[in-house]
């Protein structure tokens, strides 16, 4: 499953019967969202090595290097989905009954509830903070 991947740039799509060729499976196949998957994180992965910090996500089979501003909506959602799934993790976990649970398991337990407690609440910024947006100057080689 070897990409060129010189070749993309900034919005280009990998439609869905290229990355059938590539991955060597249907598109109906129960594998297939986990190989496509598997084939964007590989792509966006060799894009970081060769010097390209682009986002790469599946949209419906096919693979997509996604513009700034799609990355920028993209990125946003993500990371967003992901601080729902630790707050309701945290909730769930601070439901567990500890009174069946062996000492060192409880002060495991409740080590991860206080450092999941801690980052959840460093995530909540009181006011709106100023970032720079950073722009890259790449020297010429020659």
């Given at each position: 499953?070897?990409?060129?991947?010189?070749?993309?740039?900034?919005?280009?799509t990998?439609?869905?019967?290229?990355?059938e060729?590539?991955?060597?499976?249907?598109?109906d196949?129960?594998d297939?969202?986990?190989?496509v998957?598997?084939?964007a994180?590989?792509?966006?992965?060799?894009?970081w090595?060769?010097?390209?910090?682009?986002?790469v996500?599946?949209v419906?089979?096919s693979v997509?290097?996604?513009?700034?501003a799609?990355?920028?909506?993209?990125?946003?959602?993500?990371?967003?989905?992901?601080?729902?799934?630790?707050?309701?993790?945290?909730?769930?976990?601070?439901?567990?009954d500890?009174?069946?649970?062996?000492d060192e398991?409880?002060?495991r337990?409740?080590d991860?509830?206080?450092?999941?407690?801690?980052?959840?609440s460093?995530?909540?910024?009181?006011?709106?903070?100023?970032?720079d947006a950073?722009?890259?100057?790449?020297?010429?080689?020659?």
């Amino acid at each position: 499953m070897q990409v060129d991947v010189t070749d993309l740039t900034l919005g280009d799509t990998i439609d869905v019967a290229e990355c059938e060729k590539l991955l060597e499976c249907k598109s109906d196949s129960r594998d297939y969202p986990f190989m496509v998957m598997t084939l964007a994180k590989s792509i966006e992965t060799e894009l970081w090595r060769i010097g390209k910090q682009w986002t790469v996500c599946t949209v419906g089979g096919s693979v997509r290097v996604l513009t700034h501003a799609e990355a920028i909506a993209y990125n946003e959602s993500t990371f967003d989905a992901g601080k729902r799934k630790m707050r309701l993790a945290h909730r769930r976990a601070m439901a567990i009954d500890v009174g069946g649970l062996t000492d060192e398991l409880r002060s495991r337990h409740c080590d991860n509830l206080t450092k999941q407690g801690r980052m959840i609440s460093a995530m909540r910024v009181r006011g709106p903070m100023k970032l720079d947006a950073v722009v890259k100057v790449t020297p010429s080689r020659g």
